[in-house]
């Protein structure tokens, strides 16, 4: 039988709370995986827990019973969060980003995966404690963040479409009135995708006026499922009345300036 | 100056390694964090690459030179790649899967977490040599995938969509011919998304007669870049005529036997 060190076990360990993260691992699957006792095992992850914690990198969390074990727990320091939110900023505010309409060119930013990884770890770390069972986003800006917010809280990815598809079997629709352009728009998703009596957060790249989140409110709700959480990447805090009030976001946007550049600021308190 | 331990040096280098894949961090990076010599840094280093090796679970390169250091390259082995595609096998062919049209729904699979991003390491493990600029896909139900594989090879996501949008700026458009359903359909792409020359991998959920892939063929030479892989987690071999003769895919789906069930296998090969 091989023989594993502490290094080496420490380093297989910590690669495989990381890529499950909010995941439950029952320690035999270390235990045997090393031919080690459990004793032995708790004392690595101990280590783990202990230096996560120590540089803010995320914890570590000891799930006791039988269907117990540890998992992984994501996590940004304020300073490095902060940082991440300042640079945003600066890479949001770049004049080619400003397209007819004034609208922010985002779609690259969106699709980023160091961005949005670290976006997703600041937007799920919000959300850790709220029993999460699904993160829910509509097409289709807004998916790769959603599907780290989903992946960080080990739970499941639920994207409304904007009309019916054939693959998606029986589809349940709403109509619901786009707050900041005042269109009426419709959200379909298919009736497999949820199971009575979720929690669900929505995930999306903007937040306007809300309308889409009030949307996505009604449609849960005839799914019988809550919304528990909304995070946004970014706010326009231009947008004087907002149908949403609790969300969380990281990024304001406060329009353009005269000299027509975008003003950008880490949202207050967003830690 | 705060000391830390080998276990716990390898243990925040191990995360910060699997958490930017395919991205060369220089060694000052740890030196300064930790406060160590760069003998020592590359000690912990060797225990990591060793161990990973061992295991299969990926590998850890050292690129020299100015600009050099580690980076971490995403695998599995060829045992879990095939216990992962039988397990996939497994789920696709339950019977409520399979909707009006002889479909069968996948789109759950499309956004579990678990599912797609071990699909992403065994098709991201593909393409890891060939120099990949960007990884593309059609909206919408192959982003998480593809979001998973760009991230895996340490690249920009770039989503093309069926029609024009007002964020996206100026856009190129193109017509093409679906090879199953013979239609005319249009793929979209904001011109700032690809650079002139740049190698592209274009990943999706299903290929069925690779109308879409060599619609993205087109879409590119416009841009004049280069398709250099096309990765999909299941092929429809029942279609007998192939657009597109090379990708890779990790299930076969081969229609449905005379009682109704989908009749799915690991494709040949694969690993």
């Known amino acids: 039988m091989d023989k594993f060190t502490r290094n080496q076990r420490i380093s297989i360990i910590t690669k495989t709370l990381i890529e499950n993260p909010n995941k439950v691992i029952n320690l035999n699957t270390f235990t045997e995986l090393f031919s080690a006792a459990k004793s032995t095992i708790s004392e690595d992850l101990y280590v783990i827990k202990d230096i996560l914690s120590r540089l803010k990198l995320g914890g570590v969390e000891t799930i006791s019973g039988a269907a117990g074990g540890v998992k992984y727990v994501c996590g940004l320091s304020e300073e490095k969060s902060m940082e991440f939110a300042n640079r945003l900023c600066g890479i949001l505010a770049d004049k080619d980003r ?129 919304l528990v959480g909304i995070g946004v990447l970014i706010d326009t805090v231009s947008t004087q009345k907002k149908l949403i009030k609790e969300y969380v976001s990281i990024v304001n946007f406060n329009g353009f300036d005269e000299d027509g550049n975008a003003v950008l600021m880490p949202t207050k308190d967003f830690i």
């Not at 349940?172 to 199971?195: A, D, E, F, H, P």
């Open 98 to 226: 400003v397209i007819p309409g004034n609208f922010l060119y985002v779609t690259d930013i969106m699709c980023n995966p160091q961005i949005i990884s670290t976006a997703g770890i600041i937007l799920a770390s919000k959300f850790i404690g709220n029993n999460v069972d699904y993160v829910v986003t509509v097409e289709t800006k807004g998916i790769p963040l959603a599907y780290e917010v989903a992946k960080l809280l080990g739970v499941q990815l639920v994207v409304v479409r904007r009309d019916t598809k054939i693959t998606e079997g029986s589809t349940l629709s709403i109509n619901y009135v786009s707050g900041s352009t005042g269109r009426i728009q419709s959200m379909t998703l298919s009736k497999k995708s949820l199971k009575k009596g979720s929690n669900c957060v929505f995930i999306d790249d903007f937040m306007k006026a809300g309308g889409t989140a009030k949307g996505i409110i009604d449609l849960l709700r005839e799914f019988e499922c809550q």
